[in-house]
């Protein structure tokens, strides 16, 4: 008690200009701390940002699954591929026996990187001081693509070095780099599906809830609600209009895409509409839920930026690989929706695929667009009783 005596005593002492000064400070720190999400943003934001730029945010490409065929199996093919293993770039995954199944294998999507060693490779070096060696990768990431080759060559370079260093035999390797998909290393290839996946989020999930937050916040909302229309009438017709206006950003960039940068759609369009509709949808039932949850449209506008935003760009694996990052981010990433709608307009536009290379990813977003509208319509119902 005598503390704060004190203390209101020296505020009357100080000029009026001061002490209204000071009673502002206090009012707008009043303001802050009362409001449990705008704290949560503003201490969260900076340990988020932190963490994606000290650990997510990396050139380097490591942990890449690594398929080899090798027709020859003598000592030069299996220290190059000893090589290779030991080191954190690359990660022996699977051995191929036919060369047919190179290619199935980059289908499947787990496989960064191929090596493909010519026959008779030891004896041709033995012999002609030439041997062939095949680096196939996948060309959907140009960056990526090019850094993957470039690792495998350096250490192909080090062996060569060492045979050379301790047998003194004059040879050379010949690599032969081989981009599927995307051999002209077209940058727009790997831009346009992330851009595609975080434009359909910006506008349906973060313009929803600020539209609805906003209704809230102007005390607008409580009008429309004694109004003859049932409330999950009103909830959906503020989603609509957002619903159509990314029909059209579709549509839009999928005609600048193929006629103006020249990606492809080498799959099939009807399955590409479909599971961008999904995406849609899975979307706006993210913007429901967040405007279901908050009444600010700065505090909507904050959580669909860092809960949506930041790690569609860092984490989705449309600016920097997943597999580099550390295992709880990588968790992360499996339950972001735009990964897996990603992965699947990859699949579709560049790779070519069908059906059966996106049955996994309609599953997951089909399964999350249920779950989030179950939530979002359960939450909005409960506050507009």
Not at 28 to 48: C, S
Not at 269 to 288: D, E, H, Q, R
Not at 324 to 349: D, F, H, Q, T
Request: aromatic residues 10%.
């Amino acid at each position: 008690m005598k503390f704060f005596s004190a203390s209101q005593e020296k505020l009357r002492e100080m000029p009026i200009d001061m002490r209204q000064f000071l009673i502002f400070i206090k009012k707008e720190f009043y303001h802050i701390t009362r409001d449990k999400w705008t704290m949560a943003v503003l201490l969260l934001l900076p340990i988020l940002m932190l963490l994606l730029f000290g650990y997510a945010i990396t050139t380097e490409v490591k942990n890449t699954r690594l398929a080899v065929y090798d027709p020859s199996h003598d000592k030069a093919t299996e220290a190059i591929i000893n090589k290779l293993q030991a080191n954190d770039y690359f990660i022996l995954s699977q051995i191929l026996t036919e060369p047919n199944e190179i290619e199935k294998v980059f289908q499947e999507g787990d496989i960064g990187l191929v090596i493909v060693f010519g026959e008779r490779f030891y004896e041709n070096i033995m012999h002609t001081g030439e041997a062939q060696i095949q680096l196939i990768t996948d060309g959907t990431d140009p960056n990526t693509a090019t850094t993957l080759t470039n690792y495998a060559m350096n250490i192909i370079s080090s062996y060569r070095l060492e045979i050379l260093t301790t047998n003194n035999i004059p040879f050379q390797i010949v690599p032969n780099i081989k981009l599927l998909y995307n051999p002209q290393m077209k940058g727009a290839f790997n831009f346009v599906p992330g851009v595609m996946g975080m434009i359909l989020m910006l506008i349906c999930a973060m313009m929803t809830s600020i539209s609805i937050a906003r209704e809230k916040e102007m005390g607008t909302m409580e009008i429309l609600l004694v109004s003859p229309m049932k409330p999950i009438f009103i909830i959906l017709s503020k989603a609509v209009p957002y619903f159509v206006i990314s029909i059209v950003n579709l549509t839009t960039i999928l005609l600048i895409s193929v006629f103006i940068m020249g990606v492809p759609i080498a799959g099939s369009f009807f399955w590409l509409i479909t599971l961008s509709l999904i995406y849609i949808f899975l979307s706006l039932a993210l913007g429901l839920l967040i405007s279901a949850i908050v009444d600010s449209q700065l505090i909507a506008l904050l959580i669909s930026g860092m809960a949506l935003m930041i790690p569609i760009i860092f984490l989705s694996g449309m600016m920097f690989p997943v597999e580099n990052m550390p295992i709880g981010l990588r968790i992360i990433s499996e339950i972001l929706p735009a990964k897996w709608y990603i992965v699947a307009v990859k699949n579709l536009m560049i790779k070519g695929l069908g059906f059966s290379s996106i049955i996994n990813e309609l599953l997951m977003l089909s399964g999350m667009t249920i779950f989030f509208l179950a939530i979002s319509l359960k939450k909005f119902k409960i506050r507009l009783e």
